[in-house]
């Protein structure tokens, strides 16, 4: 979903003049973990009963149901991620030249986002053999509202559906360049939090009106405290690194993740999930932001795999689609669902790759010459 992992780097060549590049590994790490989420809740089986057909006892299958729901916390992590790296950078750019460069922001975001988005988009109008996307809904993603199209028109059975997600974060990137570069930090603080708090209400509305209470989770209101919650941590943090002892980062990231198991206990149309789950959702995600923010790991292959997430998240439900088709379906036997588990991230994985290399490694090496404060590397 667009590069996001930044931080200042230490290197001594940096001086005054020219500000430092602003990059973390650790957080493409993070930003991995967010794609494996999603392809978890998309890949596995949301019914326990699903699971004791294969023999596992029902505490096992109430466990892996519970994880596969909790997946979709991934959106939201990358939803947090990409709020603390965009904020972090516009305020650094601020800091740097007194100004922000709305001109040089929207440039950058175009050429990350717009060229895997519309090849996207045009595959799936254009072939016809794995749910070809409806031209009443093309017209909604071409218009950056593909969530708004889901909310109105219904769910598409369609792979490239899940670029809802992309029109809420470019929807998020159109309108708050323009507070970062009129508002004092402590205005935007306090954005951050009428962010949450507008979030919060939302859902409670929707929780006791709306009658389709799975489509609060494409609401962008209702998606808005993910990125009032990133947000709030770039502007408290201020360009300095949390040191938290091994201790403490283990215990952050035990509890994130047993909020968000457990918020996988419920099911997204029930009202106490749109109320309390959804709240309980982003503080696990923020634990985890916590918890990996500022170690020192750059594990090769996963901060890779976290430079190509946005493909990895743009391609999997096709590459799911696929291995559904040649295996005609993915239940049936354990080495049946294996192959489909197995075959649709290897599918996943050869087209984000091949994506990256071909596709948008051009366009971010075009976007370098536009940035004012340098991210992550091509």
């Not at 230490?10 to 990059?23: D, E, G, I, S």
């Not at 790759?353 to 370098?368: G, T």
Request: hydrophobic share 50%; net charge positive.
């Amino acid at each position: 979903m667009g590069d996001r992992a930044t931080t200042i780097d230490t290197q001594t060549t940096a001086t005054a003049t020219k500000p430092a590049r602003f990059y973390r590994p650790e957080l493409d790490i993070l930003r991995f973990f967010a794609f494996f989420a999603v392809y978890v809740t998309h890949s596995l089986s949301h019914n326990p009963a699903d699971w004791m057909r294969y023999h596992f006892p029902r505490i096992v299958a109430e466990l892996m149901a519970a994880i596969a729901r909790s997946g979709r916390f991934g959106v939201t992590l990358f939803f947090l991620l990409s709020a603390y790296l965009i904020t972090s950078l516009l305020l650094r750019e601020k800091s740097a030249t007194g100004d922000v460069s709305l001109g040089s922001f929207y440039i950058r975001r175009i050429l990350r986002i717009w060229p895997l988005y519309f090849f996207v988009l045009a595959l799936a109008t254009a072939w016809p053999w794995t749910g070809r996307l409806p031209l009443s809904y093309l017209a909604w993603f071409l218009l950056l509202a593909g969530n708004w199209g889901l909310i109105i028109l219904g769910s598409p059975y369609s792979w490239a559906s899940i670029l809802w997600s992309i029109s809420i974060e470019e929807q998020f990137y159109l309108s708050w360049p323009l507070a970062a570069k009129r508002f004092s930090r402590q205005a935007l603080l306090g954005s951050s939090v009428a962010l949450i708090v507008l979030a919060n209400l939302t859902r409670i509305y929707l929780a006791m009106r709306s009658p389709q209470l799975d489509l609060v989770w494409v609401n962008t209101f209702a998606q808005l405290d993910s990125f009032g919650a990133g947000i709030f941590c770039a502007i408290l943090l201020n360009e300095s690194v949390p040191r938290f002892s091994p201790a403490m980062r283990s215990l952050f990231g035990a509890i994130g993740f047993v909020l968000l198991i457990g918020c996988g206990h419920f099911e997204s149309e029930h009202r106490a999930f749109v109320i309390f789950g959804y709240p309980a959702g982003i503080a696990g995600c923020l634990l985890l932001f916590l918890a990996v923010y500022g170690l020192a790991v750059s594990f090769r292959p996963l901060v890779y795999l976290g430079k190509i997430s946005y493909g990895l998240y743009a391609y999997h439900m096709l590459a799911l689609t696929l291995m559904g088709q040649a295996l005609g379906g993915r239940s049936g036997t354990p080495l049946r669902f294996l192959a489909f588990w197995c075959g649709g991230l290897i599918i996943t994985l050869s087209l984000a790759s091949l994506s990256y290399r071909w596709l948008e490694s051009p366009f971010l090496r075009l976007k370098e010459h536009f940035a004012v404060i340098k991210s992550r590397p091509v």
